[in-house]
């Protein structure tokens, strides 16, 4: 069974590290860029390009509609999200991958 | 005064290989202080991540590294402790040169060649989703910024190495955007450096060309898994991965590693060619600057070789040890 865990946000910014870590339901668990994890900390010392995989998840039960929720929050405060990806878990197991 | 260098035994075969190059650099005389770090298996085994955070500040603190190869454990959640070395080093150029040795005996004469592949981004940024239960969908993220810093390097040694052409490798017919963006920053890079010839080629062609016209073949850069699989290929045409090695660089760091996986089933049989490991290590050298001793290194094995003495794996029955002695006694001789 598929089961919505979650939401990648892909955000294109230079002000990474203001991105908001807690909106509504959702608390952001990890960034990344390129691939590499920057938050939370340590965070390796790279250069970066701007654009930021946001994953938000929430400790409470969540749909679609909460997630249409946190993108039209973050919208509104002025970011600019440009893809987004609904993660799941398949019978309890997450289905998505984790940075380095 | 000594060098200072960042030392990773590794796992399986790992340990017996470092070895062996040390003996080697210190009858060459080079004054290296080995800083031994932790990675691999073992730090797994105590519960630490399988290469921990203080590996990763001494690497960075001191600036090189050589690392005997190491096993990613099979599993679900385990990482490649060299994919992580090189993301949390940035280390994003890894360099395969390709040369014939003498000794060992391949189709393809007269080898030589230098494959620059990026390490940091495209499909090993592993940004993977299942979107519905029976469909799966990886990212390829190709940047400007990660395209144009290894084409850069990929130039930058043709023109100190005196080499005469780059070609960049693609599949831009196919993948328009994402190709697309990794040619075009190579061309654009390319008109800075007038005095190097620029080409490219579409990876399935090039795999060809590789096996048939190799000699037209200078230095070649390339996104990530097409240098994953095209420097394997290549390290098969100079007679395989026991004799291939590697060197990934970053703007402030440098980790040398054979491109062999750690064999755990040869491990304590004293079989396994340290040639791939001693020809990383001879990198590390030049980096440090210690030409002399590479040149000397690179020389004294190559006359051991051609002896026909040799490891397993291309053609011999000689043991590590034996083969380090015995570029060792060419050294003193």
Same mark, same amino acid.
């Given at each position: 069974?598929?089961?919505?865990?979650?939401?990648? *946000?892909?955000?294109?910014?230079?002000?990474?590290?203001?991105?908001?870590?807690?909106?509504?339901?959702?608390?952001?668990?990890?960034?990344?860029?390129?691939?590499?994890?920057?938050?939370?900390?340590?965070?390796?010392?790279?250069?970066?390009?701007?654009?930021?995989?946001?994953?938000?998840?929430?400790?409470? *039960?969540?749909?679609?509609?909460?997630?249409?929720?946190?993108?039209?929050? *973050?919208?509104?405060?002025?970011?600019?999200?440009?893809?987004?990806?609904? *993660?799941?878990?398949?019978?309890?197991?997450?289905?998505?991958?984790?940075?380095? | 005064?000594?060098?200072?260098?960042?030392?990773?035994?590794?796992?399986?075969?790992?340990?017996?290989?470092?070895?062996?190059?040390?003996?080697?650099?210190?009858?060459?005389?080079?004054?290296?202080?080995?800083?031994?770090?932790?990675?691999?298996?073992?730090?797994?085994?105590?519960?630490?991540?399988?290469?921990?955070?203080?590996?990763?500040?001494?690497?960075?603190?001191?600036?090189?590294?050589?690392?005997?190869?190491?096993?990613?454990?099979?599993?679900?959640?385990?990482?490649?402790?060299?994919?992580?070395?090189?993301?949390? &080093?940035?280390?994003?150029?890894?360099?395969?040169?390709?040369?014939?040795?003498?000794?060992?005996?391949?189709?393809?004469?007269?080898?030589?060649?230098?494959?620059?592949?990026?390490?940091?981004?495209? &499909?090993?940024?592993?940004?993977?989703?299942?979107?519905?239960?029976?469909?799966?969908?990886?990212?390829? &993220?190709?940047?400007?910024?990660?395209?144009?810093?290894?084409?850069?390097?990929?130039?930058?040694?043709?023109?100190? %190495?005196?080499?005469?052409?780059?070609?960049?490798?693609?599949?831009?017919?196919?993948?328009?955007?994402?190709?697309?963006?990794?040619?075009?920053?190579?061309?654009?890079?390319?008109?800075?450096?007038?005095?190097?010839?620029?080409?490219?080629?579409?990876?399935?062609?090039?795999?060809?060309?590789?096996?048939?016209?190799?000699?037209?073949?200078?230095?070649?850069?390339?996104?990530?898994?097409?240098?994953?699989?095209?420097?394997?290929?290549?390290?098969?045409?100079?007679?395989?991965?026991?004799?291939?090695?590697?060197?990934?660089?970053?703007?402030?760091?440098?980790?040398?590693?054979?491109?062999?996986?750690?064999?755990?089933?040869?491990?304590? &049989?004293?079989?396994?060619?340290?040639?791939?490991?001693?020809?990383?290590?001879?990198?590390?050298?030049? %980096?440090?600057?210690?030409?002399?001793?590479?040149?000397?290194?690179?020389?004294?094995?190559?006359?051991?070789?051609?002896?026909?003495?040799?490891?397993?794996?291309?053609?011999?029955?000689?043991?590590?040890?034996?083969?380090?002695?015995?570029?060792?006694?060419?050294?003193?001789?």
């Amino acid at each position: 069974m598929m089961t919505l865990a979650g939401v990648d *946000l892909y955000i294109w910014t230079k002000d990474y590290e203001n991105i908001p870590k807690k909106e509504g339901k959702f608390t952001m668990k990890l960034m990344s860029n390129r691939g590499t994890k920057l938050y939370p900390p340590p965070a390796p010392e790279m250069d970066m390009i701007d654009w930021f995989r946001c994953r938000y998840v929430s400790e409470e *039960l969540i749909n679609d509609a909460d997630v249409d929720q946190l993108c039209q929050a *973050l919208t509104s405060a002025g970011w600019v999200w440009n893809k987004a990806q609904k *993660l799941y878990q398949i019978d309890g197991v997450n289905a998505f991958s984790e940075p380095y | 005064m000594a060098h200072k260098v960042c030392l990773i035994r590794g796992d399986g075969t790992g340990p017996e290989l470092v070895a062996a190059v040390e003996k080697i650099i210190s009858t060459a005389q080079v004054d290296i202080e080995w800083i031994e770090v932790e990675a691999g298996l073992k730090c797994v085994e105590a519960g630490k991540p399988i290469v921990p955070e203080e590996t990763i500040a001494k690497i960075k603190e001191i600036g090189i590294g050589l690392k005997g190869p190491m096993t990613t454990p099979i599993g679900k959640g385990s990482v490649s402790p060299n994919v992580t070395l090189r993301k949390k &080093l940035d280390l994003y150029a890894c360099v395969r040169p390709v040369r014939s040795l003498p000794g060992v005996e391949t189709p393809f004469k007269d080898l030589d060649m230098v494959l620059f592949r990026e390490n940091t981004e495209d &499909l090993y940024a592993q940004i993977e989703y299942m979107v519905t239960p029976t469909v799966a969908q990886s990212i390829k &993220l190709i940047s400007e910024f990660g395209t144009e810093r290894i084409a850069r390097a990929a130039f930058e040694y043709a023109r100190k %190495h005196g080499r005469k052409k780059v070609t960049a490798v693609h599949k831009a017919n196919i993948m328009k955007i994402a190709d697309g963006l990794f040619l075009r920053t190579c061309q654009k890079v390319a008109q800075d450096y007038p005095d190097i010839e620029f080409g490219d080629n579409i990876v399935d062609n090039q795999c060809m060309q590789l096996v048939t016209r190799w000699k037209s073949y200078d230095v070649l850069v390339l996104p990530n898994l097409y240098g994953d699989i095209v420097s394997d290929l290549a390290a098969g045409m100079m007679g395989g991965l026991g004799v291939a090695p590697g060197a990934n660089y970053g703007a402030k760091c440098a980790v040398f590693e054979a491109v062999h996986g750690s064999a755990p089933k040869y491990a304590g &049989l004293n079989k396994v060619n340290p040639v791939a490991l001693l020809f990383s290590a001879t990198l590390m050298l030049d %980096h440090l600057g210690e030409n002399q001793a590479r040149k000397d290194i690179e020389g004294a094995t190559e006359a051991v070789m051609g002896r026909g003495i040799k490891t397993y794996d291309i053609g011999g029955s000689t043991s590590t040890t034996d083969f380090a002695d015995a570029v060792c006694a060419e050294l003193k001789g």
